[in-house]
């Protein structure tokens, strides 16, 4: 006999993102149990027997959890789909074989390369993205100009950035020049196109961003492009960082 299990883990487990983005489908009423509308987080699902859709599409019982790493190109979209007809991320893991209904793990501006994980693991993806985990992501900048050691100790302690003040953070030089400047940031949170908004309130643009590894995981294997599944390991790894063993 299959357990119940709460409504908003079974459509997570079911890759429908998020536990946040699953629990605000079930309170704006998107959600019916066995043809019933639901709004409560409550509700309970036997995975065996009841039929749960979202928006009238019927929604499978959760199947294989799969979680991918990604080194991404420049160009290709961090989402599901694009209005414009964009590769995305997604659209990769199509062309590698992967059927699962797949959702990226945070997100990677357009020209931002590097680490991104895709997962139909609702509660993973929630716990990596949320900054009251920490997991801690490392990118190597580029930036226009020579940044002097004020700035630098500045973003160490955190700036303010139009309605939000960015958290302490790490910041190791890697090469100074008087054209442009190579360093090694280290972050624990991750608001959309943050580093260069952070470099650009103080008058330098960010001519390449690449993240090399989410908390202790570099994915040295994975060539640009390149994509595969984690390892056992890999993903106890993240799991242990999250607090999900």
């Not at 006999?1 to 489908?25: D, P, T, V, W, Y």
């Not at 945070?106 to 509660?123: K, S, V, Y």
């Not at 990118?139 to 630098?152: D, M, N, P």
């Not at 890697?174 to 908004?197: F, S, Y």
Request: aromatic share 4%.
């Amino acid at each position: 006999m299959s357990s119940k299990i709460r409504i908003n883990r079974f459509l997570a487990q079911a890759g429908l993102g998020s536990r946040r983005k699953c629990e605000n489908l079930i309170k704006r009423g998107n959600v019916r149990l066995n043809g019933v509308r639901i709004e409560e987080l409550s509700a309970l699902v036997d995975p065996a027997s009841d039929r749960v859709e979202v928006n009238g599409e019927t929604i499978q019982p959760p199947g294989r959890t799969v979680v991918l790493v990604l080194n991404k190109p420049a160009g290709v979209i961090c989402t599901v789909k694009d209005d414009h007809n964009r590769e995305t991320v997604v659209d990769l893991a199509v062309k590698n074989g992967y059927k699962e209904r797949l959702f990226p793990v945070g997100r990677l501006d357009l020209e931002t390369t590097g680490i991104i994980l895709l997962t139909n693991d609702g509660e993973l993806a929630y716990r990596l993205t949320h900054p009251r985990f920490k997991i801690e992501k490392t990118y190597l900048a580029t930036v226009a100009g020579r940044v002097g050691e004020k700035t630098i100790n500045l973003l160490r302690q955190g700036v303010t950035l139009e309605d939000y003040q960015t958290s302490p953070c790490r910041i190791t030089v890697r090469e100074r020049k008087e054209k442009e400047t190579k360093l090694e940031l280290k972050i624990k949170e991750g608001k959309k196109r943050q580093i260069r908004k952070m470099f650009a309130a103080f008058d330098h643009q960010v001519l390449k961003l690449h993240r090399s590894a989410l908390g202790e995981l570099t994915f040295a294997d994975v060539e640009p492009g390149e994509m595969r599944a984690l390892t056992v390991r890999e993903q106890e790894i993240l799991r242990k960082e999250t607090g999900l063993i």
